[in-house]
Structures are given as C-alpha cells and as structure tokens.
C-alpha cells in the first residue's frame, strides 16, 4: 500500500517562503510521476506542479518562476519549494504520484497540508 505524508505547511505573510515535502512510504523509483496538487475553498483542485522519473517538470502558470519541485530518490521525498507567497496560493497542498502496473493507472495521494498566506 502506497502512502504519501505531506508536511511543511503552515501560515506566513505574503511574500514569504515555505518548503513542502512529500515522503513516500516505498521507492519513488517505480512512480511515473510525482507533483502537488491544491485546492482553496470553494474552488476545483488544481495541479500547481509535476516531475516525472526522469526529472521533467511542469508548473501552472500561476505558480512558474516562484515555485519549484524537485525530488530526492535517495529519501523518496518530493519536495515543493514556494518562494513570493500571495494570499491567493491559500490552500491545502496534496501530494500526487502514479504509475502503471499491469496496464492500468493507478494514482496515490497524501492527506493534504494546508498552506495560509496571510495580506
């Protein structure tokens, strides 16, 4: 069984800076991708950023030249790096991973950390 544990979240003010982190329970050798997810009250999830195995990434554009991920095969960790805060990244950060095995997709998530950016 798959487990992700998120942890780093927290309040700061605008303009600060936080690092999630994502620990996986197994090797994040076997996952075809890794990435953060985030959800405001009221509003949709939304993908804020992915790595795949091979170490591409992918930000939205709400978050590209602030945030960065970046993984750590050695500690099976995942790592978001938020850097320029704004009130609106107010949410809770899910971690993300998938694979396929036997030709099915399967996906995992953590429980969430919620993340305050306080004006």
């Known amino acids: 069984q798959v487990q992700l544990v998120e942890s780093g979240g927290g309040l700061v003010q605008a303009g600060g800076s936080l690092r999630l982190s994502c620990a996986a329970s197994g090797s994040i050798f076997s996952f075809t991708r890794m990435g953060w997810y985030r959800q405001a009250p009221g509003k949709q999830r939304e993908l804020v950023a992915t790595?795949?195995?091979?170490?591409?990434?992918d930000y939205a554009d709400s978050v590209k030249g602030r945030f960065a991920i970046s993984r750590d095969n050695a500690k099976n960790t995942v790592y978001l790096q938020m850097n320029s805060l704004k009130p609106e990244d107010t949410a809770v950060y899910y971690c993300?991973?998938?694979?396929?095995?036997?030709?099915?997709?399967?996906?995992?998530w953590g429980q969430g950390t919620q993340v305050t950016v306080s004006s």
């Open positions: 790595i795949t195995s091979g170490g591409s990434t």
């Open positions: 993300y991973a998938d694979d396929v095995k036997w030709g099915a997709l399967n996906d995992y």
